[in-house]
């Protein structure tokens, strides 16, 4: 197995809801996403992003969709300095995510914030002035 991950699938409650966010308010650009599908995949840098319905992602896996938004992890932003931090952190609030932790300096001598999307899926936006994650 090739130690990398390929696509993120979000399952989410409200599909245009979290398209608008994504697309719109974040500027990710849709790859072959035609109005009305409930599906969309945004082309990253090294990697892929998928949203599809919570209940049909559940569904597809076999479980039971217990209306939780995921806690155990956190999808991460990288950047190159602390005010492009602020910078995508604040273009995030605006584009109706939810402020979970400000940026500020970390205990690792990186700076970081936390925002969640309309879903309650955990981003943190970093700089790490160590290793070059951008």
């Not at 390929?6 to 990710?28: E, K, N, P």
């Not at 090294?46 to 155990?72: H, N, S, V």
Request: net charge negative; with cysteine.
């Amino acid at each position: 197995m090739k130690p990398k991950i390929s696509l993120i699938t979000l399952g989410v409650r409200d599909f245009d809801r979290a398209f608008a966010f994504y697309s719109q308010g974040l500027g990710f650009e849709a790859h072959n996403h035609a109005e009305g599908e409930d599906f969309c995949m945004f082309r990253l840098e090294g990697t892929w992003l998928a949203l599809f319905p919570r209940d049909q992602l559940a569904a597809d896996a076999g479980i039971e969709d217990d209306g939780r938004a995921p806690a155990g992890f956190a999808l991460a932003h990288n950047v190159g300095s602390e005010t492009e931090v602020d910078a995508v952190f604040a273009k995030a609030i605006a584009a109706g995510g939810h402020a979970q932790k400000a940026p500020q300096k970390t205990f690792w001598g990186g700076y970081s914030g936390y925002f969640a999307d309309p879903d309650g899926h955990l981003w943190e936006v970093a700089h790490n002035p160590f290793t070059d994650l951008t």
